[in-house]
């Protein structure tokens, strides 16, 4: 069964100092690819996806994703951290054609110190 | 952009109510929409899949039977929680995909229901 990891449970990092968040999927095709963030008591954003081409992805909020179909990972990087950015991320893929299910990595909580 | 609206956005019921959430896609339409279950500081379970027009597909482990699910239309699908008890407390978060040829696909999520049963 395909399945997510997030390998850090929680990530502090101080405002200002470069974040990578860690994602791996398990599944032998390439499948869809994203990043969300949750702030406390809210729904989803998305951040940025991947579907196919250029595997360096840009998105909102100043973060970037990788692709790298070796290592079958998919992490989230931002140069320059803000305290606003103290969240919940998730990754999730999706494997297949239309309507198919996100499955979700377990989550990483980042904290930001001053 | 993409906007999924989801209500109410907190509930508070007696046990043995039921409760509807609705989620609504406001500008495009949805033929598949998901339901998720998430549990304080932790990840989103699928719960079911719902698609206009025909039955929802629930995960393993999902009581049909309490989780009501209905799409009537392209851009509404309703979770009822039919005799809650307190163990059904947790943050429902709502899903939408978009509809073939309805633009670029991807997953827009409402902003999900903190359902406490007292």
């Known amino acids: 069964a395909q399945s997510v990891t997030q390998p850090d449970i929680h990530i502090t990092v101080s405002e200002g100092a470069s974040l990578e968040l860690r994602c791996n999927y398990s599944y032998g095709a390439t499948p869809y690819l994203f990043w969300y963030v949750q702030s406390p008591g809210q729904g989803l954003q998305l951040l940025l996806k991947y579907f196919s081409g250029d595997t360096l992805v840009q998105g909102i909020k100043g973060f970037e994703a990788e692709f790298k179909r070796s290592q079958s990972s998919f992490n989230l990087r931002k140069p320059s951290v803000h305290w606003s950015d103290a969240a919940e991320y998730f990754c999730?893929?999706?494997?297949?054609?239309?309507?198919?299910?996100?499955?979700f990595g377990g989550g990483t909580r980042v904290l930001v110190k001053p | 952009g993409a906007v999924v609206s989801q209500h109410p956005s907190w509930v508070i019921c007696k046990s043995g109510t039921s409760v509807k959430i609705e989620c609504r896609s406001l500008d495009f339409q949805a033929t598949t929409m998901f339901w998720y279950r998430q549990f304080p500081k932790q990840s989103l379970m699928l719960m079911a899949t719902s698609n206009e027009g025909s039955k929802a597909t629930y995960e393993q482990g999902v009581e049909k039977d309490k989780f009501l699910i209905n799409h009537a239309s392209l851009t509404l699908s309703t979770l009822t929680v039919t005799s809650a008890h307190p163990e059904d407390s947790s943050f429902y978060i709502c899903?939408?995909?978009?509809?073939?040829?309805?633009?670029?696909?991807?997953?827009?999520f409402g902003s999900g229901t903190r359902l406490t049963v007292v």
């Open positions: 899903s939408a995909r978009r509809s073939p040829g309805q633009g670029e696909q991807g997953y827009t």
């Open positions: 999730a893929v999706v494997i297949g054609a239309a309507g198919n299910k996100l499955t």
